[in-house]
């Protein structure tokens, strides 16, 4: 673990960083204009980053409607990747969804994406049903994964 990581909301200011991320770790990133309206114009998001040294690192994306919470992404930086930060990232979106009543979280993940599935694990999810064709990019299926809070 890294002892000098602030975890705070997302806000306008990180959209470069938090896209930079995006880009660097997944072949569908979301662009700046998506994440503009995540902060502005859906009352259901709510984004945490990691920022070390005035630099955003990780963030993490979720969906609450009602009691249930959707994770929307999870990523880090690649060479910050391995430290904690995405484990610690998850965690602070579990707690702040279990301090808004929350009861359960949901996501998707690439079936063959080994790290984030034993990152889930981890964590206490377990696995649903799968998505086929899920990805547009390379029609792979996502695993639907679960926790109860
Ligand atoms: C998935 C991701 C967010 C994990 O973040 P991270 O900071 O690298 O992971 P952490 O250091 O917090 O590790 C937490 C747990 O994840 C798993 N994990 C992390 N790196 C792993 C690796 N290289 N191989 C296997 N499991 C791994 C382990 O269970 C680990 O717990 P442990 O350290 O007790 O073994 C990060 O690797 C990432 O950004 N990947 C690319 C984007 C992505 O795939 N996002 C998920 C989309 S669903």
Redesign the pocket.
């Known amino acids: 673990m890294i002892d000098s990581i602030v975890y705070r909301q997302m806000a306008a200011k990180d959209i470069e960083d938090v896209v930079a991320t995006e880009t660097e770790?997944?072949t569908t990133p979301w662009s700046a204009e998506v994440f503009a309206h995540e902060l502005t114009g859906n009352d259901y998001a709510t984004y945490i980053v990691a920022e070390c040294e005035n630099e955003v690192i990780?963030h993490v994306g979720m969906w609450v409607i009602l009691d249930e919470c959707h994770i929307t992404?999870?990523?880090?930086r690649k060479h910050?990747?391995?430290?904690?930060?995405?484990?610690?990232?998850m965690r602070q979106a579990m707690e702040l969804c279990r301090n808004n009543g929350v009861t359960a979280m949901s996501?998707?993940?690439?079936v063959s994406?080994?790290?984030?599935k034993?990152?889930y694990?981890?964590l206490g999810f377990q696995e649903g049903g799968i998505r086929k064709n899920y990805y547009s990019d390379d029609h792979e299926d996502a695993l639907v994964m679960w926790v109860e809070l």
């Open positions: 770790v997944f990780g992404n999870v990523a880090v910050r990747q391995g430290l904690g930060i995405g484990e610690a990232l996501l998707e993940v690439r994406n080994e790290t984030a034993n990152l694990r981890k």
